[in-house]
């Protein structure tokens, strides 16, 4: 089993900066995909980043690019989502989700329990 636990969120204004953090723990052999969600109220849960463990790809939301980034440390076995120029419209909360699977959809195997990002 995997566990992940999500930190690093708040409120900031816009334009402002954010660090999300998901720390993973317990069996990590094989986990082949690490993102980032984000849903609001009323709304599905969306993909935001994603990186493929083996090969270090990573995919980001259109809404997204260019002012976030994601990255592992594997040693500490932490994933990172670096926040800038944000906008109300990321205000969310912000799931870390994990998976064997090739890729990390809604339906991912492993998931945190959020953090709140609000922008204003």
């Known amino acids: 089993h995997v566990q992940l636990v999500e930190s690093g969120g708040g409120s900031v204004q816009a334009g402002g900066s954010l660090l999300l953090s998901c720390t993973v723990s317990?069996?990590?052999?094989?986990?082949?995909?690490m993102a980032w969600f984000r849903q609001v109220p009323g709304k599905e849960r969306e993909v935001v980043a994603t990186?493929?463990?083996?090969?270090?790809?990573?995919y980001y939301a259109d809404s997204v690019k260019g002012r976030f980034t994601i990255s592992k440390d594997n040693g500490k076995k932490v994933l990172y989502l670096q926040m800038n120029s944000l906008n109300p419209e990321d205000t969310a909360m912000y799931y870390c989700?994990?998976?064997?699977?090739?890729?990390?959809?809604?339906?991912?195997?492993?998931w945190g329990q959020g953090t709140q990002v609000t922008v204003s």
């Open positions: 989700a994990a998976d064997r699977r090739g890729y990390c959809g809604r339906d991912s195997a492993y």
């Open positions: 317990g069996t990590t052999f094989n986990i082949r995909c």
């Open positions: 990186v493929y463990t083996g090969i270090g790809n990573t």
